[in-house]
Protein backbone atom coordinates (compact mmCIF):
# COMPACT_ATOMS: atom_id res chain seq x y z
CA UNK A 1 0.00 0.00 0.00
CA UNK A 2 2.76 2.14 1.13
CA UNK A 3 4.50 1.86 -2.36
CA UNK A 4 1.08 2.13 -4.40
CA UNK A 5 0.72 5.80 -2.11
CA UNK A 6 4.75 6.45 -2.91
CA UNK A 7 3.92 5.76 -6.55
CA UNK A 8 0.81 8.48 -6.88
CA UNK A 9 2.39 10.95 -5.40
CA UNK A 10 5.19 10.46 -7.20
CA UNK A 11 2.87 10.63 -10.54
CA UNK A 12 1.66 14.04 -8.98
CA UNK A 13 4.52 15.55 -8.62
CA UNK A 14 5.80 14.92 -12.16
CA UNK A 15 2.19 16.09 -13.44
CA UNK A 16 2.66 19.34 -11.47
CA UNK A 17 6.69 19.65 -12.27
CA UNK A 18 5.68 19.31 -16.19
CA UNK A 19 2.77 22.15 -15.40
CA UNK A 20 5.20 24.36 -14.24
CA UNK A 21 8.04 23.55 -17.00
CA UNK A 22 5.65 24.14 -19.83
CA UNK A 23 4.12 27.69 -17.92
CA UNK A 24 7.58 28.73 -17.76
CA UNK A 25 7.97 27.52 -21.64
CA UNK A 26 4.92 29.46 -22.98
CA UNK A 27 6.18 32.78 -20.33
CA UNK A 28 9.48 32.92 -21.93
CA UNK A 29 8.17 32.39 -25.65
CA UNK A 30 5.45 35.34 -24.77
CA UNK A 31 8.81 37.76 -23.46
CA UNK A 32 10.69 36.85 -26.07
CA UNK A 33 7.36 36.98 -28.85
CA UNK A 34 7.27 40.71 -27.42
CA UNK A 35 10.69 41.46 -27.99
CA UNK A 36 10.64 40.16 -31.67
CA UNK A 37 7.72 41.99 -32.16
CA UNK A 38 9.11 45.05 -30.35
CA UNK A 39 12.73 44.95 -31.70
CA UNK A 40 10.98 44.66 -35.15
CA UNK A 41 9.79 48.55 -34.39
CA UNK A 42 6.87 50.49 -32.66
CA UNK A 43 5.39 51.52 -35.76
CA UNK A 44 4.64 47.05 -36.26
CA UNK A 45 2.66 46.99 -32.96
CA UNK A 46 0.91 50.20 -33.78
CA UNK A 47 0.28 49.42 -37.08
CA UNK A 48 -1.59 45.69 -35.67
CA UNK A 49 -3.27 47.50 -33.13
CA UNK A 50 -4.92 50.35 -35.55
CA UNK A 51 -6.08 46.97 -37.82
CA UNK A 52 -7.75 45.60 -34.63
CA UNK A 53 -11.23 45.49 -36.87
CA UNK A 54 -10.25 42.90 -39.43
CA UNK A 55 -10.61 40.37 -36.36
CA UNK A 56 -8.76 37.26 -36.23
CA UNK A 57 -6.94 37.97 -39.35
CA UNK A 58 -4.73 40.46 -37.25
CA UNK A 59 -4.96 39.98 -34.17
CA UNK A 60 -2.20 41.69 -31.86
CA UNK A 61 -2.75 38.50 -29.45
CA UNK A 62 -2.22 35.80 -31.40
CA UNK A 63 1.64 34.75 -31.19
CA UNK A 64 3.41 34.57 -34.01
CA UNK A 65 4.37 31.19 -36.10
CA UNK A 66 7.94 30.77 -37.12
CA UNK A 67 8.66 32.49 -40.27
CA UNK A 68 8.37 30.55 -43.54
CA UNK A 69 10.54 31.83 -45.57
CA UNK A 70 10.69 31.60 -49.35
CA UNK A 71 6.83 30.58 -49.22
CA UNK A 72 5.09 33.96 -50.21
CA UNK A 73 1.62 34.92 -49.31
CA UNK A 74 -0.59 35.62 -52.17
CA UNK A 75 -2.72 38.92 -52.58
CA UNK A 76 -5.05 39.18 -55.34
CA UNK A 77 -6.02 42.77 -55.58
CA UNK A 78 -9.54 43.63 -56.39
CA UNK A 79 -9.53 47.19 -55.37
CA UNK A 80 -12.39 48.11 -57.75
CA UNK A 81 -16.26 48.40 -57.61
CA UNK A 82 -16.38 46.46 -61.21
CA UNK A 83 -17.34 42.62 -60.65
CA UNK A 84 -14.17 41.03 -61.58
CA UNK A 85 -15.48 37.82 -59.68
CA UNK A 86 -14.96 35.96 -62.90
CA UNK A 87 -11.03 36.88 -62.49
CA UNK A 88 -10.61 36.36 -58.93
CA UNK A 89 -12.02 32.73 -59.15
CA UNK A 90 -9.76 32.40 -62.25
CA UNK A 91 -6.80 33.40 -60.09
CA UNK A 92 -7.70 31.33 -57.17
CA UNK A 93 -8.41 28.16 -58.98
CA UNK A 94 -5.06 28.15 -61.04
CA UNK A 95 -3.21 29.07 -57.33
CA UNK A 96 -4.79 26.04 -55.83
CA UNK A 97 -4.51 24.25 -59.07
CA UNK A 98 -0.89 24.94 -58.46
CA UNK A 99 -0.15 23.69 -54.52
CA UNK A 100 -0.79 27.06 -52.85
CA UNK A 101 -2.65 26.39 -49.66
CA UNK A 102 -5.77 28.49 -49.50
CA UNK A 103 -4.42 29.33 -46.10
CA UNK A 104 -1.37 31.63 -48.17
CA UNK A 105 -4.22 33.21 -50.61
CA UNK A 106 -6.05 36.52 -49.82
CA UNK A 107 -8.13 38.51 -51.29
CA UNK A 108 -8.45 42.40 -51.10
CA UNK A 109 -11.55 44.01 -52.49
CA UNK A 110 -13.32 46.90 -52.16
CA UNK A 111 -17.30 44.64 -52.71
CA UNK A 112 -17.95 43.12 -49.67
CA UNK A 113 -21.02 42.47 -51.11
CA UNK A 114 -19.86 40.22 -54.18
CA UNK A 115 -16.88 38.54 -52.05
CA UNK A 116 -18.47 37.95 -48.51
CA UNK A 117 -18.41 34.12 -49.18
CA UNK A 118 -14.59 33.67 -50.03
CA UNK A 119 -12.05 32.55 -46.96
CA UNK A 120 -9.38 35.36 -46.44
CA UNK A 121 -10.98 38.00 -48.16
CA UNK A 122 -10.12 41.47 -46.67
CA UNK A 123 -11.86 44.73 -47.35
CA UNK A 124 -10.05 47.79 -48.42
CA UNK A 125 -11.16 50.82 -46.52
CA UNK A 126 -13.21 53.30 -48.47
CA UNK A 127 -10.89 56.24 -48.07
CA UNK A 128 -7.71 54.80 -49.83
CA UNK A 129 -6.53 55.82 -53.54
CA UNK A 130 -5.09 52.89 -55.60
CA UNK A 131 -1.64 53.81 -54.81
CA UNK A 132 -2.30 53.08 -50.85
CA UNK A 133 -4.37 50.18 -51.56
CA UNK A 134 -1.12 47.97 -52.53
CA UNK A 135 0.69 49.67 -49.45
CA UNK A 136 -2.28 48.54 -46.94
CA UNK A 137 -2.17 44.43 -48.40
CA UNK A 138 1.65 44.46 -47.64
CA UNK A 139 1.27 45.67 -44.20
CA UNK A 140 -1.34 43.58 -43.08
CA UNK A 141 0.65 40.45 -44.44
CA UNK A 142 4.39 41.55 -43.22
CA UNK A 143 3.74 43.50 -40.25
CA UNK A 144 0.25 41.85 -38.92
CA UNK A 145 -0.78 38.72 -40.17
CA UNK A 146 0.04 36.10 -37.55
CA UNK A 147 1.66 33.58 -39.87
CA UNK A 148 4.56 36.22 -40.58
CA UNK A 149 5.23 35.71 -44.29
CA UNK A 150 8.82 36.94 -45.44
CA UNK A 151 7.61 37.07 -49.23
CA UNK A 152 4.44 38.34 -50.65
CA UNK A 153 3.30 38.50 -54.09
CA UNK A 154 1.10 40.52 -55.20
CA UNK A 155 -1.23 40.15 -58.23
CA UNK A 156 -3.90 42.11 -59.95
CA UNK A 157 -7.71 40.50 -60.81
CA UNK A 158 -7.07 40.88 -64.47
CA UNK A 159 -4.60 38.69 -65.10
CA UNK A 160 -4.08 35.08 -65.49
CA UNK A 161 -1.32 32.86 -64.29
CA UNK A 162 0.83 30.54 -66.21
CA UNK A 163 0.82 26.89 -64.61
CA UNK A 164 4.60 26.86 -63.39
CA UNK A 165 4.00 30.71 -62.04
CA UNK A 166 4.11 29.85 -58.41
CA UNK A 167 7.02 27.12 -58.03
CA UNK A 168 8.80 29.26 -60.15
CA UNK A 169 8.80 32.40 -58.23
CA UNK A 170 9.00 30.35 -55.28
CA UNK A 171 12.53 29.64 -56.51
CA UNK A 172 13.50 32.69 -57.84
CA UNK A 173 12.84 33.73 -54.44
CA UNK A 174 14.98 31.51 -53.08
CA UNK A 175 17.53 31.80 -55.44
CA UNK A 176 18.04 35.29 -55.86
CA UNK A 177 16.12 37.73 -53.36
CA UNK A 178 18.10 37.17 -50.39
CA UNK A 179 21.23 36.79 -51.70
CA UNK A 180 21.58 39.78 -54.15
CA UNK A 181 20.54 43.38 -52.34
CA UNK A 182 20.38 45.28 -55.06
CA UNK A 183 17.11 43.40 -55.68
CA UNK A 184 13.71 45.38 -55.48
CA UNK A 185 11.69 43.35 -56.58
CA UNK A 186 10.69 39.84 -58.65
CA UNK A 187 8.05 40.15 -61.53
CA UNK A 188 6.30 37.44 -63.54
CA UNK A 189 4.80 39.71 -66.16
CA UNK A 190 7.28 40.70 -68.77
CA UNK A 191 7.77 44.49 -70.29
CA UNK A 192 7.91 42.92 -73.95
CA UNK A 193 6.84 39.41 -73.68
CA UNK A 194 4.99 39.71 -77.05
CA UNK A 195 4.26 36.62 -78.86
CA UNK A 196 7.05 37.66 -82.09
CA UNK A 197 9.62 38.73 -79.42
CA UNK A 198 9.57 36.47 -76.33
CA UNK A 199 11.38 32.92 -77.64
CA UNK A 200 13.32 31.79 -74.51
CA UNK A 201 11.17 30.94 -71.39
CA UNK A 202 14.16 29.92 -69.60
CA UNK A 203 15.80 33.59 -69.62
CA UNK A 204 15.51 36.31 -67.31
CA UNK A 205 16.04 40.33 -67.62
CA UNK A 206 16.71 42.90 -65.63
CA UNK A 207 15.52 46.75 -65.54
CA UNK A 208 15.81 49.32 -63.56
CA UNK A 209 11.81 50.28 -63.53
CA UNK A 210 8.96 48.63 -61.50
CA UNK A 211 7.26 45.93 -63.84
CA UNK A 212 3.70 45.39 -61.83
CA UNK A 213 0.81 43.43 -62.26
CA UNK A 214 1.94 40.25 -60.85
CA UNK A 215 4.86 41.17 -58.26
CA UNK A 216 6.48 39.94 -55.12
CA UNK A 217 8.92 41.89 -52.86
CA UNK A 218 10.44 40.12 -49.58
CA UNK A 219 9.40 41.65 -45.95
CA UNK A 220 13.02 43.11 -46.14
CA UNK A 221 12.85 44.78 -49.12
CA UNK A 222 9.38 46.57 -48.07
CA UNK A 223 9.95 47.27 -44.26
CA UNK A 224 13.63 48.70 -45.31
CA UNK A 225 13.19 50.58 -48.50
CA UNK A 226 9.06 50.61 -50.04
CA UNK A 227 7.27 51.41 -46.62
CA UNK A 228 10.10 54.54 -45.30
CA UNK A 229 9.63 55.93 -48.93
CA UNK A 230 6.25 55.83 -49.61
CA UNK A 231 4.88 59.26 -49.88
CA UNK A 232 3.73 60.50 -46.94
CA UNK A 233 0.28 63.08 -47.96
CA UNK A 234 -2.47 61.87 -45.22
CA UNK A 235 -6.05 63.11 -44.31
CA UNK A 236 -7.50 62.76 -41.43
CA UNK A 237 -9.83 59.71 -42.50
CA UNK A 238 -6.99 58.08 -43.18
CA UNK A 239 -4.70 58.86 -40.27
CA UNK A 240 -7.95 57.28 -38.51
CA UNK A 241 -6.36 53.61 -39.84
CA UNK A 242 -3.24 54.77 -40.04
CA UNK A 243 -2.22 55.02 -43.50
CA UNK A 244 -1.29 57.39 -45.99
CA UNK A 245 -2.53 58.21 -49.13
CA UNK A 246 -0.33 59.01 -52.01
CA UNK A 247 -1.15 60.99 -55.19
CA UNK A 248 1.58 61.43 -57.56
CA UNK A 249 1.03 62.39 -60.86
CA UNK A 250 0.29 59.24 -63.25
CA UNK A 251 -0.24 55.59 -62.53
CA UNK A 252 0.50 54.65 -58.98
CA UNK A 253 3.54 52.39 -59.78
CA UNK A 254 5.13 55.60 -60.90
CA UNK A 255 5.21 55.75 -56.99
CA UNK A 256 7.24 52.68 -57.09
CA UNK A 257 9.50 53.59 -59.84
CA UNK A 258 10.20 56.64 -57.46
CA UNK A 259 10.79 54.29 -54.97
CA UNK A 260 12.96 52.22 -56.83
CA UNK A 261 15.61 54.87 -57.45
CA UNK A 262 16.18 55.56 -53.90
CA UNK A 263 18.24 52.03 -53.62
CA UNK A 264 21.73 52.13 -53.38
CA UNK A 265 22.66 50.07 -55.95
CA UNK A 266 21.44 50.98 -57.82
CA UNK A 267 18.24 48.03 -57.60
CA UNK A 268 16.45 46.22 -60.45
CA UNK A 269 13.72 44.36 -61.18
CA UNK A 270 13.78 40.55 -62.42
CA UNK A 271 11.37 39.35 -65.18
CA UNK A 272 10.90 36.84 -67.64
CA UNK A 273 11.38 36.79 -71.07
CA UNK A 274 8.16 35.20 -71.63
CA UNK A 275 5.69 35.87 -69.40
CA UNK A 276 4.34 34.01 -66.50
CA UNK A 277 1.22 36.71 -66.62
CA UNK A 278 -0.66 38.58 -68.63
CA UNK A 279 -4.08 40.18 -69.11
CA UNK A 280 -6.81 37.57 -69.88
CA UNK A 281 -9.15 37.79 -72.59
CA UNK A 282 -11.14 35.34 -71.12
CA UNK A 283 -12.36 37.80 -68.48
CA UNK A 284 -15.95 39.42 -69.32
CA UNK A 285 -15.99 41.98 -66.57
CA UNK A 286 -12.26 43.70 -68.14
CA UNK A 287 -12.70 46.57 -70.14
CA UNK A 288 -9.56 48.10 -70.92
CA UNK A 289 -8.72 50.93 -72.71
CA UNK A 290 -7.26 51.01 -75.88
CA UNK A 291 -3.88 50.82 -74.67
CA UNK A 292 -4.40 47.15 -73.55
CA UNK A 293 -5.72 46.52 -77.12
CA UNK A 294 -2.72 47.79 -78.62
CA UNK A 295 -0.26 47.17 -76.45
CA UNK A 296 -0.95 44.09 -73.40
CA UNK A 297 -3.44 41.93 -75.55
CA UNK A 298 -1.03 40.12 -77.71
CA UNK A 299 1.41 39.24 -74.57
CA UNK A 300 2.33 35.56 -75.26
CA UNK A 301 1.86 33.56 -71.84
CA UNK A 302 4.05 30.54 -71.21
CA UNK A 303 1.93 27.12 -71.65
CA UNK A 304 5.02 24.81 -71.30
CA UNK A 305 6.31 22.62 -67.96
CA UNK A 306 7.87 23.63 -64.97
CA UNK A 307 11.81 24.30 -66.32
CA UNK A 308 14.30 23.09 -63.28
CA UNK A 309 16.55 25.35 -61.27
CA UNK A 310 19.54 24.65 -63.88
CA UNK A 311 17.39 25.00 -67.08
CA UNK A 312 17.06 29.21 -65.49
CA UNK A 313 19.64 31.70 -66.52
CA UNK A 314 20.28 35.32 -67.97
CA UNK A 315 21.31 36.28 -71.48
CA UNK A 316 20.94 32.95 -72.77
CA UNK A 317 22.98 31.29 -70.16
CA UNK A 318 22.12 28.32 -68.07
CA UNK A 319 23.46 26.58 -64.56
CA UNK A 320 20.38 27.94 -62.32
CA UNK A 321 19.67 31.82 -61.67
CA UNK A 322 21.27 32.47 -57.98
CA UNK A 323 23.21 35.46 -56.14
CA UNK A 324 26.64 33.95 -57.80
CA UNK A 325 25.84 34.56 -61.52
CA UNK A 326 23.30 37.55 -60.73
CA UNK A 327 26.14 40.07 -62.42
CA UNK A 328 23.90 41.12 -65.06
CA UNK A 329 26.35 44.37 -65.62
CA UNK A 330 29.49 41.67 -66.59
CA UNK A 331 27.59 39.47 -68.39
CA UNK A 332 26.10 42.36 -71.07
CA UNK A 333 29.88 43.72 -71.34
CA UNK A 334 30.56 39.52 -72.29
CA UNK A 335 27.59 39.80 -74.88
CA UNK A 336 28.45 42.85 -76.37
CA UNK A 337 31.97 42.13 -76.60
CA UNK A 338 30.93 38.63 -78.25
CA UNK A 339 28.04 39.81 -80.23
CA UNK A 340 28.16 41.06 -83.81
CA UNK A 341 27.50 45.01 -83.73
CA UNK A 342 25.55 46.69 -86.31
CA UNK A 343 23.91 50.20 -86.38
CA UNK A 344 21.42 49.28 -89.61
CA UNK A 345 18.49 48.31 -88.24
CA UNK A 346 17.60 46.61 -91.63
CA UNK A 347 20.67 44.57 -91.66
CA UNK A 348 19.67 42.44 -88.48
CA UNK A 349 16.77 40.45 -90.03
CA UNK A 350 18.18 39.93 -93.57
CA UNK A 351 22.02 39.18 -92.82
CA UNK A 352 21.43 36.78 -89.54
CA UNK A 353 19.75 34.00 -88.30
CA UNK A 354 19.22 33.35 -84.36
CA UNK A 355 22.61 35.78 -84.16
CA UNK A 356 23.41 37.85 -81.10
CA UNK A 357 23.75 41.37 -81.80
CA UNK A 358 24.66 44.67 -80.62
CA UNK A 359 22.70 47.78 -82.31
CA UNK A 360 24.33 50.37 -81.74
CA UNK A 361 21.27 53.36 -81.23
CA UNK A 362 21.40 57.17 -81.62
CA UNK A 363 19.49 58.81 -78.69
CA UNK A 364 21.28 61.05 -76.44
CA UNK A 365 18.80 60.18 -73.13
CA UNK A 366 15.78 58.26 -72.64
CA UNK A 367 13.74 61.65 -73.90
CA UNK A 368 15.01 61.48 -76.92
CA UNK A 369 11.98 60.30 -79.37
CA UNK A 370 13.93 58.26 -81.69
CA UNK A 371 13.67 55.57 -79.23
CA UNK A 372 9.55 55.45 -79.85
CA UNK A 373 10.65 55.09 -83.82
CA UNK A 374 13.27 52.79 -82.60
CA UNK A 375 11.70 50.36 -80.72
CA UNK A 376 8.06 50.26 -81.53
CA UNK A 377 8.33 51.01 -85.23
CA UNK A 378 11.18 48.90 -85.73
CA UNK A 379 11.97 46.59 -82.85
CA UNK A 380 8.30 45.29 -82.65
CA UNK A 381 8.96 46.60 -78.79
CA UNK A 382 6.91 48.88 -76.23
CA UNK A 383 9.18 52.36 -76.53
CA UNK A 384 7.64 54.92 -73.98
CA UNK A 385 4.91 53.28 -71.57
CA UNK A 386 2.04 54.82 -70.42
CA UNK A 387 2.74 57.54 -67.75
CA UNK A 388 6.58 56.74 -68.61
CA UNK A 389 8.61 59.06 -70.17
CA UNK A 390 11.51 56.35 -70.61
CA UNK A 391 11.48 52.95 -72.86
CA UNK A 392 9.96 49.82 -70.78
CA UNK A 393 12.30 47.06 -70.22
CA UNK A 394 15.23 49.40 -70.15
CA UNK A 395 18.43 48.88 -68.20
CA UNK A 396 21.08 51.46 -68.16
CA UNK A 397 20.95 52.98 -70.90
CA UNK A 398 20.46 49.35 -72.77
CA UNK A 399 17.39 47.52 -73.95
CA UNK A 400 17.33 43.81 -74.47
CA UNK A 401 15.02 42.14 -76.58
CA UNK A 402 14.58 39.24 -79.51
CA UNK A 403 13.90 40.50 -83.25
CA UNK A 404 12.59 38.75 -85.87
CA UNK A 405 15.37 35.74 -85.28
CA UNK A 406 17.56 37.71 -83.03
CA UNK A 407 18.27 38.35 -79.79
CA UNK A 408 19.49 41.95 -79.95
CA UNK A 409 21.11 44.75 -77.33
CA UNK A 410 20.31 47.89 -78.30
CA UNK A 411 23.17 50.23 -76.49
CA UNK A 412 22.52 54.24 -76.45
CA UNK A 413 25.53 56.51 -76.66
CA UNK A 414 25.17 57.35 -72.42
CA UNK A 415 25.32 53.97 -71.22
CA UNK A 416 28.14 52.74 -69.47
CA UNK A 417 28.57 50.07 -72.40
CA UNK A 418 29.24 52.83 -74.96
CA UNK A 419 32.30 52.97 -72.57
CA UNK A 420 33.41 49.25 -73.56
CA UNK A 421 36.19 49.94 -76.55
CA UNK A 422 34.95 47.24 -78.72
CA UNK A 423 31.56 49.44 -78.69
CA UNK A 424 33.14 52.91 -78.34
CA UNK A 425 35.64 52.46 -81.80
CA UNK A 426 32.48 51.03 -83.85
CA UNK A 427 30.69 53.89 -82.63
CA UNK A 428 33.25 56.34 -83.79
CA UNK A 429 33.90 54.59 -87.30
CA UNK A 430 32.19 56.51 -90.09
CA UNK A 431 28.64 55.57 -90.58
CA UNK A 432 27.29 54.13 -93.77
CA UNK A 433 23.56 54.38 -95.04
CA UNK A 434 21.63 51.75 -93.92
CA UNK A 435 20.38 49.82 -97.28
CA UNK A 436 16.57 49.09 -96.80
CA UNK A 437 15.90 45.91 -98.12
CA UNK A 438 14.33 45.15 -101.55
CA UNK A 439 11.57 42.34 -101.73
CA UNK A 440 14.27 39.68 -103.16
CA UNK A 441 16.09 40.15 -100.02
CA UNK A 442 12.81 38.97 -98.18
CA UNK A 443 12.50 36.36 -100.76
CA UNK A 444 15.85 34.63 -100.75
CA UNK A 445 15.79 34.50 -96.81
CA UNK A 446 12.58 32.76 -97.15
CA UNK A 447 13.91 29.85 -99.34
CA UNK A 448 16.94 30.03 -97.18
CA UNK A 449 15.07 29.03 -94.35
CA UNK A 450 12.74 26.42 -95.93
CA UNK A 451 9.48 28.80 -95.67
CA UNK A 452 6.80 29.91 -97.80
CA UNK A 453 4.32 32.01 -97.75
CA UNK A 454 0.42 30.57 -97.61
CA UNK A 455 -3.35 32.50 -97.67
CA UNK A 456 -5.01 30.73 -94.81
CA UNK A 457 -8.16 29.88 -95.29
CA UNK A 458 -11.45 32.06 -94.22
CA UNK A 459 -11.16 33.10 -90.52
CA UNK A 460 -8.45 30.68 -89.56
CA UNK A 461 -5.40 31.86 -87.85
CA UNK A 462 -1.53 31.01 -88.79
CA UNK A 463 -1.25 28.27 -86.46
CA UNK A 464 -3.59 26.34 -88.15
CA UNK A 465 -3.03 27.17 -91.83
CA UNK A 466 0.45 26.03 -90.34
CA UNK A 467 -0.58 22.91 -88.93
CA UNK A 468 0.60 24.01 -85.52
CA UNK A 469 4.38 24.90 -86.74
CA UNK A 470 3.89 28.30 -87.08
CA UNK A 471 6.41 30.93 -85.50
CA UNK A 472 5.28 34.18 -84.68
CA UNK A 473 9.64 35.24 -85.04
CA UNK A 474 9.46 34.70 -88.84
CA UNK A 475 5.99 36.23 -89.20
CA UNK A 476 7.48 39.57 -90.60
CA UNK A 477 8.30 38.18 -93.50
CA UNK A 478 5.01 37.94 -94.76
CA UNK A 479 4.50 41.14 -92.77
CA UNK A 480 7.17 42.66 -95.36
CA UNK A 481 6.52 41.67 -98.76
CA UNK A 482 2.48 40.21 -98.40
CA UNK A 483 2.28 42.88 -101.53
CA UNK A 484 4.86 41.22 -102.98
CA UNK A 485 4.89 37.75 -103.46
CA UNK A 486 1.74 37.76 -106.00
CA UNK A 487 -0.63 37.60 -102.86
CA UNK A 488 -2.51 40.82 -103.34
CA UNK A 489 -1.99 44.31 -105.09
CA UNK A 490 -2.31 46.87 -102.19
CA UNK A 491 -1.24 47.21 -98.73
CA UNK A 492 -2.34 48.79 -95.83
CA UNK A 493 -1.40 49.10 -92.37
CA UNK A 494 -3.85 47.70 -89.59
CA UNK A 495 -3.46 45.75 -86.18
CA UNK A 496 -3.54 41.84 -86.08
CA UNK A 497 -1.94 41.34 -89.36
CA UNK A 498 -0.90 40.33 -91.71
CA UNK A 499 -3.85 39.39 -93.11
CA UNK A 500 -5.05 39.85 -97.53
CA UNK A 501 -9.07 40.48 -98.54
CA UNK A 502 -10.42 37.84 -99.97
CA UNK A 503 -10.77 39.14 -103.51
CA UNK A 504 -6.94 38.75 -103.55
CA UNK A 505 -6.51 42.64 -104.07
CA UNK A 506 -5.51 44.30 -100.20
CA UNK A 507 -2.80 43.33 -98.02
CA UNK A 508 -3.21 44.28 -94.45
CA UNK A 509 0.19 44.43 -92.65
CA UNK A 510 0.78 45.10 -89.16
CA UNK A 511 1.59 48.53 -87.78
CA UNK A 512 3.77 47.27 -85.40
CA UNK A 513 5.56 44.00 -85.46
CA UNK A 514 4.64 43.23 -82.09
CA UNK A 515 1.22 42.64 -83.37
CA UNK A 516 2.44 39.96 -85.97
CA UNK A 517 0.99 36.55 -84.04
CA UNK A 518 0.22 32.94 -85.04
CA UNK A 519 -3.00 32.71 -82.84
CA UNK A 520 -5.09 35.57 -83.77
CA UNK A 521 -8.10 35.76 -86.05
CA UNK A 522 -8.29 38.26 -89.63
CA UNK A 523 -9.95 40.63 -89.36
CA UNK A 524 -13.93 40.03 -91.08
CA UNK A 525 -14.28 39.92 -94.40
CA UNK A 526 -9.93 38.48 -94.90
CA UNK A 527 -7.59 36.21 -94.61
CA UNK A 528 -4.33 36.09 -92.97
CA UNK A 529 -1.40 35.58 -94.71
CA UNK A 530 0.97 33.35 -93.12
CA UNK A 531 4.73 31.69 -93.73
CA UNK A 532 5.01 28.02 -92.97
CA UNK A 533 7.82 25.92 -93.14
CA UNK A 534 7.85 23.52 -96.01
CA UNK A 535 4.97 21.57 -96.78
CA UNK A 536 3.27 22.22 -93.49
CA UNK A 537 0.07 24.50 -94.52
CA UNK A 538 -3.42 24.27 -95.38
CA UNK A 539 -4.80 27.36 -97.84
Not at 250 to 256: A, L
Not at 267 to 278: I, K, N, S, T
Request: net charge negative; aromatic share 8%.
Amino acid sequence: VHTAVMRRVSVRTAVVLAGLLLAAILMIRAVSHRRLFASRGADLLSSCRRQRALGSLCNCDMPRLPSRAYVPAFAIMADTTEDRSVGVAMLMKALLGAGVPDRDIFLFHNNAKLYKDVSNAIDLPAALSPHDNYKFALDILFRCHPRDYSVVAVIDDYLELSSDAPALLRHLVHAVAYSDPRMFAISLASVNGYAASARDPAQFRITDQFVGGAWAVTRATYDDVIAPSWPDVTSDTLRSVGLSEATPEGPWYTTMDAILTTMEGPGYVLYPEVPRAAISPNIPEVKPPAYYGDYIYNMRLYDGPLLEPAELGLLGGRGGLDGANMNYDAALEAYATTAIITSCIHDIGIAHRHGNLVLLASPADDLDPAWDVLLENHLGVQGRDVGRARPSGIYHGTVLTRWRTNLVLIVAPYSPLAAVPRLADAAAAPRTACRVPSDSDYATQMAALSLKPVVAPPNTACAVACLGECDAGVMFLANACAGTCGLCVEERAVQWAPASSNDGKTCHRAAFERHLSCTALPPAGHRRVCVCPGQASQG
